[in-house]
Nanobody, 119 residues
Framework: EVALVESGGGLVQAGGSLRLSCAVR????????IGWFRQAPGKEREGVSC????????YYADSVKGRFTISKHNTENTVYLQMNSLKPEDTAIYYC????????????WGQGTQVTVSS
């Protein structure tokens, strides 16, 4: 079964850190792009970060640049999102996504993990 399973969300005070994990199951992701989206209540879904499968290049939204780091560990079949200096506006459900080779868009989505940052 193809699946992405997120973990690591929770409640943290502003300025704190969390590390989200995305376990990839059912497909080899070494050549796939893996990313993170988030959606806060009443707001549109936002692309947060992604990492290319082909060359490992990374992308970060301006809102998280310098605070978040995405990494990919092929031997663990896991992608991490290290989130530092968290702000209340980072509060959202975070989704792990994958764009498998040959797909024109992100075609696999996780169930989401809640991140809440208190002020």
């Amino acid at each position: 079964e193809v699946a992405l399973v997120e973990s690591g969300g929770g409640l943290v005070q502003a300025g704190g850190s969390l590390r989200l994990s995305c376990a990839v199951r059912g497909f080899a992701f070494d050549e796939d792009a893996i990313g993170w989206f988030r959606q806060a209540p009443g707001k549109e879904r936002e692309g947060v970060s992604c990492i290319s499968g082909s060359d490992g290049s990374t992308y970060y939204a301006d809102s998280v640049k310098g605070r978040f780091t995405i990494s990919k560990h092929n031997t663990e079949n896991t992608v991490y999102l290290q989130m530092n200096s968290l702000k209340p506006e980072d509060t959202a459900i975070y989704y792990c996504v994958a764009q498998r080779v040959g797909a024109s868009e992100y075609d696999v989505w996780g169930q989401g993990t809640q991140v809440t940052v208190s002020s």
